[in-house]
């Protein structure tokens, strides 16, 4: 368990995390806010569910890709702990009902896999 927890590059996470959690999440979070202004309009009613969809189906993929382009030694660990941070990050930031809040964990983690397994099959043809 020690050498996995020292094959973990903790910045690799970290990058993932702010650049495809964090940043988007402020970015969304701002463009619903601006369009809905006082009240709701009917660009905010729009943005506000495709921002969502944004946030869980295209920021987990990108952190996947970017944990498995960027880790040195376990690849896969590296996509794993990104899924599990976008699913925490997940199940703090949004309130809904538990089997909702489940799911959209489920599809983060499911996301996050998607783009490690991109990155990785990539890198396997350029190296074959």
Do not use: N
């Amino acid at each position: 368990m020690q050498k996995y927890l020292a094959a973990i590059d903790w910045k690799v996470l970290l990058f993932a995390s702010v650049g495809c959690y964090v940043l988007p999440a402020l970015f969304f979070g701002t463009l619903v806010s601006l369009a809905m202004g006082d009240g709701a309009s009917e660009h905010g009613q729009w943005l506000a569910p495709m921002s969502l969809a944004a946030w869980l189906l295209l920021a987990p993929l990108a952190a996947g890709y970017l944990a498995a382009r960027f880790a040195r030694q376990l690849p896969q660990a590296h996509v794993a702990l990104v899924g599990l941070i976008g699913a925490a990050l997940c199940l703090v930031k949004l309130s809904a009902a538990p089997a909702v809040l489940c799911a959209f964990a489920v599809a983060v983690l499911s996301a996050s896999a998607v783009g490690g397994f991109i990155c990785l099959r990539s890198k396997a043809k350029r190296e074959a």
